[in-house]
Each structure stands twice: as C-alpha cells, then as structure tokens.
C-alpha cells in the first residue's frame, strides 16, 4: 500500500470540510449508549447490516479485505457486513455532515485524526476500549499515538507504513550499509559515478527533499527531530533536531552540486513504475516504505538488494534502529446506523491475530499488534522483516495529531525546498517563520 505520499493533498481538502460544521445525524445511536457489553458471544449482538468503507482498489487488496472480513462474519453471522472500496476521506467527511455516514470507516492518512476526533466525526471509542477491557499496549507507542487526539480515541490502528534503508548489493560491493549520518554521506560520495564533466550517471544516495519519499516527517527520527512543544505550538525553530537534518543534508546537495543533483533527479524514472531509478541502478540506496519488498517482486524480481534502518545522528546511536511510522486507521463515524455492531468489526480487524495477519500478508503492511508480529503465519523475508523489527522498536515515532492536518509538514517541506535551493540565507529566521506559519494556523485551527 504506497498511498501515503499521495494522500496530502485528499487530507487538506478532507481538513477544510472538517473545520466546518459537524451534521451527521442527531438521533442515530451513540457508540457505548447501550449498557450490556457486547462481549464476544454470538448471542450479545442483535443481528443488524452495517456497512464499511475503504480505501483499498486492487483486486488482491479488495479479497484480502473480504477474507480478513469472514472471520467477523463466521463469529457474528447475525451480522451482515457490506463492503465499499476506493473511498477517500474526503468522502467520509461530506457522508457525516450529510446525515449518510456508514457504519465503520477506514482511512490511509492519519493527518486527519486530530480533526476526526475534536469536530466529533469519528465517534470516541475510549468508553468501550475500557469496557472490553482491550490492552492497547499491546500496540506500539507510535501507532497509539497517530489514532488520537487530546485523549479522544476516535480511532484505532488496522495496518502500518514504515521506513527504512534500501540498498543495491552490487553497487554496495563489500560495504556495509551506514548506521550514522556521516557514514551515510562517506558512501554516498563513494559509491556515486560522473561522467567528465560533472554529470550524476549514479548516485550513491539522494538527498534531495524534493525526491520521492524524502520528506520532513519520515527524515525527522534520523535525528530525533521534535514537532510540538508540550503545549502544542510548534518546535520547528527550537528544537535542535531540524537544524541539524538540514545542515547535513545541504552539505551533501552543495558537494553533489544543487544543480547537476536537481537535474539528475528530473531524469529519473517514475517513483510508481517499473522504471524506479532503484530498479534500474541509477541510485545504490534510497528511503522507501515497506510496500516496495512487494513491488520489487512484482517490478524487479533479479534485483539483488537488502534493507536496513536509517542512518542516525552520529552522536545518538540509541537512535539506530528506529524509524518513521503511520498506517491505515479505522472507526465508527457519527451516525452509524448500527455502531455496537460496527465497534465489533472495528475490534475484531484491529485486535484479532488472523484478521490482521491475512491483511498484511495480501497487501504487504506491516501489522500492529505484538502478536501478529510474532504470528508464525506472517508472510516475512530478511527484508520485510527489517521493516517489522523497526516498527517495534521504542523510539519509532510518528507526526503527533494535530489540528493543522497537513498543513505543519507542507509548510515546513516547502522550505526545505528552498533550504537546497540555496535561497534561505538565515536558517534560525527561516526555521522561526515556519513556526509562525504553523502557528498562526493552529489559533485559526482552534488548537
């Protein structure tokens, strides 16, 4: 699932609708209004038709939602489950206010958690967690933190994005792959080719912010790189973590030269097609998500490549082994016709072992409990695994919620953009207006 460079743009419109008023329907029944538990016996729950929407398309991700959906109906079979695919947030959001919300939702992008949970959109589910008596320790911090906001649990995790270090074996030749960001840029200069006179025929690693998945938020755990202050403003100025991510990599764009780097980096091959630079040998490694084990399989069967956690800040080697996390989320919207049923099946694809083993295994996500991470049935190579050990570990990290949405990591990429262009002058001045921007936003945001 390679969606989530694609859904900034379907998050900010789905924000903009959210800042708005909240319709849904006034007299539907509220999650957790019935006293009896639902438990998990077949004869708790009234037979009843709830409907969930999705965002998966394919035809192998569309049956391995329907095959991760039997289980529910094989334990509930009172319960009839329809299922809508290739729904975007931007329609679950307009469905709510317009008084039409389905039983239970599902959305590729958590930017829009925060505003989900505050404008009431996705109903609370804190109550029945408790009532259930669900340990959500049994989820990673990071994966806790991206489904709420302000302690509104309005949503749950279902599967996780994650990133790491690919590289090309035979153009690493007998290096190994960095641990630290010094490392990193000592084989980037190695292992990258030009002709004569200056032109980039191979990269040893790209650092541009403007290349595919190089984006703030996924660079930001190299460093330990803050969002927020405890208050919620922004640290973007403060926090010591962005100074040093972008000096760093503006010495290694300046040594590439801003120039030959950029046209470089134009020349390459779609970031969603089998002409990916990776594939082809232009670039020895690059940050990418888990989802491209499977494409590489499907695209770039001979290619001979392992992976790796990022490189870290030189002096935080605690760091090494960690990454950037955020995943699919799913809830109960506003005015769900039958939310103690559609709680069940959000319980049931969130917490249940095979549930989220057969998902992950279709569409090759990471899952997020303990125990389907350990699951015997999870499909894994020493490559995806990678991916599952960094998900796991303790300093992994996502972007916090925020009532921003989008709009904290668009203004900052925006002038990272210009940070390698050259044309920031005064990086504690630029830094500090990114933080105005951001929180100038947040007051009208009501944060």
């Known amino acids: 699932m390679h969606r989530r460079s694609l859904t900034l743009a379907t998050a900010a419109v789905a924000a903009m609708a959210l800042t708005a008023c909240t319709a849904g329907k006034e007299?539907?029944?509220?999650?957790?209004?019935?006293?009896?538990?639902?438990?998990?016996?077949?004869?708790?729950?009234?037979?009843?038709?709830?409907?969930?929407?999705?965002?998966?398309n394919t035809p192998s991700e569309v049956k391995a939602?329907?095959?991760?959906?039997?289980?529910?109906?094989?334990?509930y079979p009172q319960i009839t489950?329809?299922?809508?695919?290739?729904?975007?947030?931007?329609?679950i959001t307009q469905a709510v206010r317009g008084g039409k919300a389905p039983d239970v939702a599902s959305s590729f992008s958590t930017d829009n958690v925060a505003q989900w949970c505050k404008s009431g959109t996705f109903q609370d589910l804190t109550p029945v967690i408790a009532r259930d008596g669900i340990d959500l320790s049994?989820?990673?911090?990071?994966?806790?933190?991206?489904?709420?906001?302000?302690?509104?649990?309005?949503?749950?995790?279902?599967?996780?994005?994650?990133?790491?270090?690919?590289?090309?074996?035979?153009?690493?030749?007998?290096?190994?792959?960095?641990?630290?960001?010094?490392?990193?840029?000592?084989l980037a200069k190695k292992l990258t080719v030009r002709d004569p006179d200056g032109t980039i025929k191979v990269a040893g690693f790209l650092p541009s912010f403007q290349y595919y998945e190089n984006v703030a938020s996924h660079l930001a755990p190299m460093v330990d790189a803050k969002w927020y202050n405890p208050d919620g403003t922004s640290a973007v100025?403060?926090?010591?973590?962005?100074?040093?991510?972008?000096?760093?990599?503006?010495?290694?764009?300046?040594?590439?030269?801003?120039?030959?780097?950029?046209?470089?980096r134009k020349s390459l091959g779609q970031e969603w097609s089998a002409e990916h630079p990776f594939y082809k040998g232009k670039?020895?490694?690059?940050?990418?998500?888990?989802?491209?084990?499977?494409?590489?399989?499907?695209?770039?069967?001979?290619?001979?490549?392992?992976?790796?956690?990022?490189?870290?800040?030189?002096?935080?080697?605690d760091l090494y082994g960690s990454g950037f996390t955020s995943g699919t989320v799913i809830g109960v919207p506003k005015g769900a016709k039958n939310p103690q049923a559609a709680w069940e099946l959000v319980k049931y694809l969130t917490t249940d072992t095979q549930a989220l083993v057969t998902l992950s295994n279709a569409v090759r996500n990471v899952p997020t409990t303990k125990a389907s991470l350990e699951s015997p049935d999870l499909k894994k190579d020493a490559n995806f695994q990678t991916f599952l050990d960094i998900f796991a570990h303790p300093k992994t990290s996502t972007v916090p919620s925020s009532a921003n949405s989008t709009f904290n990591q668009e203004s900052l990429q925006e002038f990272?953009?210009?940070?390698?262009?050259?044309?920031?002058?005064?990086?504690?001045?630029?830094?500090?207006?990114?933080?105005?921007?951001?929180?100038?936003?947040l007051k009208l945001s009501g944060g």
């Open 27 to 56: 007299n539907a029944p509220a999650l957790g209004a019935d006293p009896k538990p639902a438990g998990s016996a077949t004869g708790s729950l009234l037979a009843a038709s709830i409907e969930l929407w999705h965002g998966f």
């Open 65 to 75: 939602f329907e095959e991760a959906v039997a289980g529910f109906r094989e334990k």
């Open 81 to 91: 489950v329809k299922l809508v695919k290739g729904v975007q947030d931007d329609q």
């Open 138 to 186: 049994v989820i990673p911090e990071a994966s806790r933190a991206y489904t709420e906001f302000e302690g509104r649990r309005c949503t749950m995790p279902l599967l996780a994005d994650v990133y790491g270090l690919y590289y090309n074996k035979a153009l690493m030749g007998e290096n190994k792959p960095p641990k630290t960001l010094s490392e990193l840029t000592e």
């Open 237 to 264: 100025g403060s926090d010591p973590g962005w100074k040093r991510l972008l000096k760093w990599q503006k010495e290694l764009v300046d040594w590439y030269g801003y120039d030959k780097l950029d046209k470089f």
């Open 283 to 317: 670039i020895a490694m690059v940050l990418d998500g888990e989802w491209r084990t499977a494409m590489i399989a499907n695209e770039a069967k001979d290619l001979d490549y392992g992976t790796a956690p990022l490189p870290v800040a030189d002096d935080r080697p």
């Open 416 to 441: 990272m953009g210009r940070w390698e262009k050259g044309s920031v002058k005064d990086l504690d001045a630029g830094l500090a207006d990114v933080d105005r921007r951001i929180n100038d936003k």
